[in-house]
T-cell receptor
Framework: DAKTTQPTSMDCAEGRAANLPCNHS???????VYWYRQIHSQGPQYIIH???NNETNEMASLIITEDRKSSTLILPHATLRDTAVYYC??????????????FGKGMKLTVNP | NAGVMQNPRHLVRRRGQEARLRCSPM?????VYWYRQLPEEGLKFMVY??????IDESGMPKERFSAEFPKEGPSILRIQQVVRGDSAAYFC?????WGGGELFFGEGSRLTVL
C-alpha cells in the first residue's frame, strides 16, 4: 500500500509556480521521497527524489519538512506540458538492490492557459 | 544512450492465447521491474527481477503469469491463456545495480484481449 497521501487534483495557471503537496507521516529514517509523473498514457517519468535536504534539478525543486512528514514538489514555471498525474512515493533504498516503487492514486495537475 | 525499450507497443490477442511482452533495460542496468496499469487506474507492481533471479514477485497473479530476465537478452513477461481482464498497459522499468535509485520506465506495451 502507498504510504503517501496527496490531493486528488489541482489546477495551476500557465507560467505560475505549481506547489504539489504530499503527506508521508509514517516515513522511516532510511526511506526516500520520490516524485514521478505520468503524462497521458506514457510511461512514468522520474522528476526528483530526496532524503532530508531540499533538492533542485532542472525540472523541479523538492522541499522536505524538517520532521520529514511532508514534502512539496515545486514546478517553478508551469507549462501546459506539465499537465499530468503526479505521484509522491516513499521508497527504501538498500545497498546492492532497490525496493520497488509503490504507486498510489497520485494527483492530477492541470495547467490552464 | 537508448532508454528502456518495450515491444510490442500494441498487442492484440484472443481469449486463450498467449501474450509475450519484452523489455530491454537501459544499457548497464541489471534490475528490471514490471508494472500493470488497468484503464483509468494507477500502476500496480507485478515483479522485480535481476539477471537470472526473481527478487520480488509479490504482485504477480498466482496463475498464468510468469516473468524472466535471462543472462542474455530482454526480460520477458508471459501471460498464458489470456482473458479480457488482462487487457491493460504493461510497463517495464530498469535501474542500475546501485546509485541514483531512479527507475527509468519504457513507453509500455498495450495488450488488448478480444
Amino acid at each position: 500500500d502507498a504510504k503517501t497521501t496527496q490531493p486528488t487534483s489541482m489546477d495551476c495557471a500557465e507560467g505560475r509556480a505549481a506547489n504539489l503537496p504530499c503527506n508521508h507521516s509514517t516515513i522511516s529514517g532510511n526511506e526516500y521521497v520520490y516524485w514521478y509523473r505520468q503524462i497521458h498514457s506514457q510511461g512514468p517519468q522520474y522528476i526528483i527524489h530526496g532524503l532530508k535536504n531540499n533538492e533542485t534539478n532542472e525540472m523541479a525543486s523538492l522541499i522536505i519538512t524538517e520532521d520529514r512528514k511532508s514534502s512539496t514538489l515545486i514546478l517553478p514555471h508551469a507549462t501546459l506540458r506539465d499537465t499530468a498525474v503526479y505521484y509522491c512515493i516513499v521508497r527504501l533504498l538498500t545497498q546492492g538492490g532497490s525496493e520497488k516503487l509503490v504507486f498510489g492514486k497520485g494527483m492530477k495537475l492541470t495547467v490552464n492557459p | 544512450n537508448a532508454g528502456v525499450m518495450q515491444n510490442p507497443r500494441h498487442l492484440v490477442r484472443r481469449r486463450g492465447q498467449e501474450a509475450r511482452l519484452r523489455c530491454s533495460p537501459m544499457k548497464g542496468h541489471s534490475h528490471v521491474y514490471w508494472y500493470r496499469q488497468l484503464p483509468e487506474e494507477g500502476l500496480k507492481f507485478m515483479v522485480y527481477l535481476q539477471k537470472e533471479n526473481i527478487i520480488d514477485e509479490s504482485g504477480m497473479p498466482k496463475e498464468r503469469f510468469s516473468a524472466e530476465f535471462p543472462k542474455e537478452g530482454p526480460s520477458i513477461l508471459r501471460i498464458q491463456q489470456v482473458v479480457r481482464g488482462d487487457s491493460a498497459a504493461y510497463f517495464c522499468a530498469s535501474s542500475p545495480a546501485w546509485g541514483g535509485g531512479e527507475l527509468f520506465f519504457g513507453e509500455g506495451s498495450r495488450l488488448t484481449v478480444l
